[in-house]
């Protein structure tokens, strides 16, 4: 399945990797989690134990990105690099 097909599917979790002063300063997706990157591999349980398709994404694409290898290394199975926020957020 494509992120296209996920997204259009409506049945994802929005993890959102910036820091929150990005978040304050830059915007956000309304319904998307904020976990930082630096605090992904201490929440991963939290993520892993998601029951439906995961899309990551940060400002441009590259902390989100190193989010889901490391996250696929750990065991997820259904997640996206959902790339960066504007865009993610126009598509949706």
Not at 7 to 17: E, P, W
Not at 18 to 30: A, F, K, S, T, V
Not at 46 to 74: D, H, M, T, W
Not at 76 to 81: A, E, T, V
Request: aromatic content about 6%; glycine content about 12%.
């Amino acid at each position: 399945m494509s992120l296209v097909d996920v997204l259009q599917s409506g049945n994802y979790a929005l993890i959102d990797v910036r820091e929150p002063m990005e978040l304050e300063m830059d915007g956000n997706i309304e319904g998307a989690t904020n976990i930082p990157l630096g605090e992904v591999e201490d929440r991963k349980e939290e993520i892993l134990s998601i029951e439906k398709p995961v899309v990551l994404f940060c400002r441009s694409g590259n902390r989100s990105g190193k989010a889901l290898e490391y996250l696929n290394s750990q065991g997820l199975k259904d997640g996206y690099n959902g790339g960066g926020w504007a865009d993610l957020k126009a598509s949706l």
